[in-house]
């Protein structure tokens, strides 16, 4: 195997990769970065058996071949070189490595060993508005929580119905919802991890691209931009039936500006009782106001009074504020409309003049 590519181009793949690169004892292997360079085209891979990512660099082949080297190593190594072209020459020893004033050789494992990445079949496929996905990414996917005892809940679930797509995660405390077009067709419900889903997320945050295709079939899923394709396994299970906890029967809608409520909640936040996060939102129709009290008997009390329209009864409810911030800091609208019920129902937030996104925090029960 012997290529040349820029500094640039071989560090911007490394990037995207390396990350899923994990120490690994059982299989040192997967330690290690693929470099593939064939039919024209250099691919860098890594995989943890989960998760497999490929990405492709531009540069130019004079000898095909493959090879497997430590890809924190290597990527760290490529950071630091001048931005010129790099020399990449398999040899028996290892990987040489040359650049400029710079010549380095990079000991590595044969790629035959290497754990193959799975190619997911296109005849399930849609594609997805590349800012739409990355709101749904940050809308969704905090809301979902790792859980050994329940699996399907360490995952996001996606519901493809036509040309409809809605993405769900909750922890069992708060519910996140998302409804989408997507352009192409699937009626399938899949749940996809959500370390998947976090590396993509990571991946995409300074992406260019205008849409992201995505491929399905029985257990696996792919996401596929222009030089960036991430494939990962899905969760078998049922996801749970959340529909059935959004309330439909709200006695009290509430507008509110989303950044006076974010200011007062983080205010509270600071004397609310250790480990319990409980801050009280009271909703009075009478005043057009929300007042938001927390107390500490350490620390003391706090109270804030924010201007609001409201229509409905007088409701008084405890959140863990966290939960709250988490939906207020992603409904990516200056106004949000609360919908309450009663003191144990869940509390449903939306974005103002937004359809399509909303996101429920269970109370506090006293």
Do not use: W
Not at 104 to 124: A, C, H, R
Not at 238 to 244: C, G, I
């Amino acid at each position: 195997m012997k290529f040349i590519c820029t500094r640039e181009n071989l560090n911007n793949g490394l990037n995207i990769v390396n990350h899923l690169a994990s120490h690994n004892a059982n299989l040192p292997i997967l330690n290690n970065v693929l470099i593939d360079a064939k039919d024209g085209i250099i691919t860098l891979s890594t995989t943890n058996l989960e998760i497999g990512i490929k990405v492709t660099v531009r540069g130019k082949i004079e000898i095909e071949g493959s090879y497997t080297v430590p890809a924190r190593l290597f990527s760290d190594f490529v950071s630091l070189l001048p931005n010129e072209n790099v020399d990449i020459d398999l040899e028996t020893d290892g990987l040489n490595v040359s650049c400029k004033n710079s010549q380095t050789q990079i000991k590595g494992m044969l790629s035959e060993d290497y754990p193959l990445i799975p190619d997911v079949s296109s005849e399930k496929k849609v594609n997805i508005d590349m800012q739409t996905f990355k709101e749904v990414l940050s809308q969704t996917v905090f809301a979902a929580t790792l859980d050994d005892n329940r699996p399907e809940i360490s995952g996001v679930f996606f519901n493809f119905k036509g040309q409809d797509l809605t993405v769900a995660a909750t922890d069992s405390y708060r519910l996140a919802e998302k409804k989408i077009k997507v352009d192409g067709s699937i009626d399938q419900k899949i749940i996809i991890p959500l370390k998947t889903l976090q590396e993509l997320g990571r991946i995409l945050a300074n992406s260019t691209e205008k849409n992201i295709s995505l491929y399905l079939n029985e257990n696996q899923v792919a996401f596929s931009s222009s030089n960036i394709v991430l494939t990962s396994r899905l969760i078998d299970g049922n996801y749970p039936d959340y529909e059935q906890i959004i309330p439909s029967d709200e006695k009290t809608i509430t507008r509110v500006k989303a950044e006076d409520l974010i200011k007062a909640i983080k205010g509270a936040a600071l004397f609310c009782k250790t480990g319990i996060n409980d801050i009280k939102m009271t909703i009075i129709p009478s005043k057009n106001e929300v007042v938001i009290l927390s107390t500490n008997s350490g620390l003391g009390e706090n109270i804030t009074n924010i201007g609001a329209e409201i229509k409905g009864e007088e409701v008084e409810i405890v959140f863990n504020y966290r939960y709250l911030l988490d939906g207020l800091n992603n409904l990516q609208s200056e106004q949000v409309i609360i919908k309450t019920s009663n003191q144990g129902a869940p509390g449903v937030f939306v974005p103002d003049n937004k359809e399509g996104y909303l996101y429920i925090v269970m109370p506090i029960r006293q």
